[in-house]
């Protein structure tokens, strides 16, 4: 049966000040009136049912979590005793799925990202489950046709098609992957699309429960030793009291990077081209996607309740504002970010957003905890 797991226990530091540590990014609303969680959750009824979605997150944001997804069960949050990574978050979940279901499919996907049409992206996962069911030695990668020279993403080059299963989803087809690729410098992004050979990694992944298992046994020991010793007692009362004594010890590292990059070498990952539009708002610039710009090439992010701002020889800015007792002017300036909360202003210059991240560095270095 398929079930899919939502990773929502990032803090999206690249969007503070409005991301903070108990509420980051993927419990945000930037545009309608659901956050990019409820968004994920959405996205995935009817084409999974909703006792079989479950949500990985951490001690401290579990019961904000569980506040915004009223409509599942309760036992959907599973909660990491600390941060390991990606690959110690699907470690677990797949403890979660076997304990369901010893043939458990899953689905992984993170819980910040946006996709349209949601009948295009439900088609797709259930494609690719349908391959993982035919090819159970499968890892199953969904890649994004890349649009634009992205530097901020990572790539997948895929090699020859794969066999084409049977049914009326034949459309979508699946390929071999050759390699993964890290996030390029904009020459070699450019290249990878001319190539056409190219996608952008969006990790989100489709496997059964027991393969990823099986491949962290053979390429990750320092994942896969604490995780058995907790599969040993899943069904037992002793699972709890481990989970905490064990999780700590697993190795932190990406999915990427301990699975996906070496089973590839081996033949045995496949990547499903998607027919739907993509997008991780992973920074602020990217607001540049999904909001209107007026004349002078100024985004204009804010919801539609705050004051608007005003701008006097102001070009290529990009301007949020959440505070409905402040207004934002700016005058004669060029590629700035200004982005207002009810306790911080944050205002860089729009090619150096990296910074944003020495921000938050500099507030623990002085104690500002309650800015974090």
């Known amino acids: 049966m398929l079930h899919a797991i939502i990773m929502a226990g990032g803090?999206?530091?690249r969007l503070w000040p409005e991301s903070r540590r108990d509420f980051?990014?993927?419990?945000?609303t930037f545009a309608g009136t659901r956050s990019?969680?409820?968004?994920?959750v959405d996205r995935l009824l009817p084409a999974v049912r909703p006792e079989?979605?479950?949500i990985v997150t951490g001690k401290r944001l579990r019961d904000a979590v569980a506040g915004q997804v009223p409509e599942l069960p309760e036992d959907s949050i599973i909660v990491e005793p600390c941060a390991r990574n990606t690959?110690?978050?699907?470690?677990?979940?797949?403890?979660?799925?076997?304990?369901?279901?010893?043939?458990?499919v899953m689905v992984i996907l993170p819980s910040d990202h946006l996709i349209q049409p949601v009948d295009a992206f439900q088609k797709t996962i259930l494609r690719a489950a349908q391959l993982v069911e035919r090819a159970p030695e499968k890892l199953v990668t969904l890649g994004i046709p890349p649009t634009y020279p992205a530097e901020s993403f990572g790539y997948v080059e895929r090699g020859a098609e794969l066999e084409a299963g049977s049914g009326t989803d034949c459309e979508l087809r699946a390929f071999e992957v050759l390699r993964f690729r890290e996030k390029p410098d904009r020459q070699t992004a450019q290249e990878y699309i001319a190539s056409g050979s190219f996608f952008w990694n969006a990790g989100i992944f489709v496997w059964k429960a027991e393969t990823l298992l099986e491949n962290l046994r053979r390429y990750a020991p320092g994942v896969s030793g604490p995780v058995e010793?907790?599969?040993?007692v899943l069904h037992s009362a002793a699972f709890e009291e481990t989970l905490e004594r064990e999780f700590p010890k697993l190795e932190s590292i990406s999915i990427d990077y301990a699975v996906m990059e070496k089973a590839a070498q081996d033949g045995n990952v496949a990547i499903l081209p998607v027919p739907f539009e993509w997008d991780d708002v992973g920074s602020w610039r990217s607001l540049e996607r999904?909001?209107?710009?007026?004349?002078?090439?100024?985004?204009?992010a804010s919801p539609p309740e705050m004051p608007k701002p005003v701008l006097v020889k102001t070009t290529d800015c990009t301007i949020r504002n959440t505070d409905a007792g402040k207004t934002v002017a700016c005058c004669g300036v060029k590629d700035l970010a200004v982005i207002v909360t009810p306790d911080v202003v944050l205002v860089f210059d729009r090619?150096?957003?990296?910074?944003?991240?020495?921000?938050?560095?500099?507030?623990?270095?002085?104690?500002?905890?309650?800015?974090?």
């Not at 980051?24 to 945000?28: C, F, G």
């Not at 978050?89 to 043939?103: Q, T």
């Not at 010793?229 to 040993?232: E, F, G, K, S, V």
């Open 24 to 28: 980051p990014k993927q419990l945000m």
């Open 52 to 54: 079989n979605i479950g």
């Open 229 to 232: 010793t907790m599969r040993a």
């Open 351 to 372: 090619n150096c957003e990296e910074s944003v991240r020495e921000v938050t560095q500099k507030l623990k270095e002085m104690n500002c905890e309650e800015l974090l």
């Open 290 to 300: 999904h909001f209107p710009q007026d004349e002078s090439g100024n985004t204009l």
């Open 87 to 104: 690959s110690g978050c699907i470690a677990l979940a797949a403890l979660w799925c076997l304990k369901r279901d010893p043939d458990a």
């Open 36 to 40: 990019f969680l409820q968004g994920t």
């Open 11 to 13: 803090s999206g530091t």
